[in-house]
């Protein structure tokens, strides 16, 4: 779960505009961030059957995002898969 404080944060840094928060290049990042704090839970609770399907969904939908920003800009797609460092 991410803190208010830190997720304003990444709405910040991935804004388009300055009231910015539901855009897509917004949403995978801040699902970006989600991904990575369950994959480290995940490292130790190996067992945890219950937050690995919540990461597949994550991952899922994180995907659609992409897929469909790739579609609808392709330069905000570039730009966001080289900030987030996502293959």
């Not at 990042?29 to 130790?44: D, F, G, P, W």
């Not at 991952?59 to 570039?78: F, G, I, P, Q, T």
């Amino acid at each position: 779960m991410l803190k208010t404080a830190k997720k304003q944060k990444i709405i910040k840094k991935a804004a388009v505009h300055g009231t910015d928060t539901g855009s897509s290049e917004v949403q995978v990042a801040v699902l970006s961030e989600r991904i990575k704090e369950l994959s480290s839970h995940l490292k130790t609770h190996k067992k945890d059957n219950h937050s690995r399907r919540g990461l597949i969904k994550l991952v899922s939908k994180r995907r659609k995002h992409l897929k469909y920003l790739e579609r609808k800009d392709k330069v905000a797609y570039d730009k966001i898969v080289a900030d987030l460092k996502i293959s």
